[in-house]
């Protein structure tokens, strides 16, 4: 079992940064793919950003260049820098873990995750 908690979120205005950090605990490994999601209102989860063991990243391309993923496997953290933030870009943000086969690091696909936290919400107003 793996347990994630996320934390970081609030209101930003456009423009703005946010932080978002992650806890690991439980059966982590350094080969383990992490990552993160978000779902907006009425809308599906989508990938977002995730980092593979050996620190290949991987982002969804409407938050290339202002978004930035960085683990720091001593702490058992996972991040989200944040930066040039949109009101497009409000809603929950869910940390995930997934082990081999990483479905999540080779295209952000969130259908074999396998541990999910209950998420931050993060607001961007106009």
């Known amino acids: 079992q793996v347990r994630l908690v996320e934390s970081g979120g609030g209101p930003v205005e456009a423009g703005g940064s946010l932080r978002l950090s992650c806890q690991a605990s439980g059966d982590t490994y350094d080969g383990l793919c992490m990552g993160w999601s978000r779902q907006a209102p009425g809308e599906e989860r989508e990938g977002v950003a995730a980092i593979a063991s050996d620190g290949t990243t991987t982002y969804r391309d409407s938050v290339k260049g202002r978004f930035t993923i960085s683990q720091d496997n001593a702490k058992r953290s996972l991040y989200l820098q944040m930066d040039s933030l949109k009101p497009e870009d409000t809603a929950t943000y869910y940390c995930?873990?997934?082990?081999?086969?990483?479905?999540?690091?080779?295209?952000?696909?969130?259908?074999?995750?396998?541990?999910w936290g209950l998420g931050t919400m993060v607001t961007v107003s106009s």
């Open positions: 995930a873990a997934d082990f081999p086969p990483p479905g999540l690091c080779t295209n952000l696909e969130l259908v074999g995750v396998d541990y």
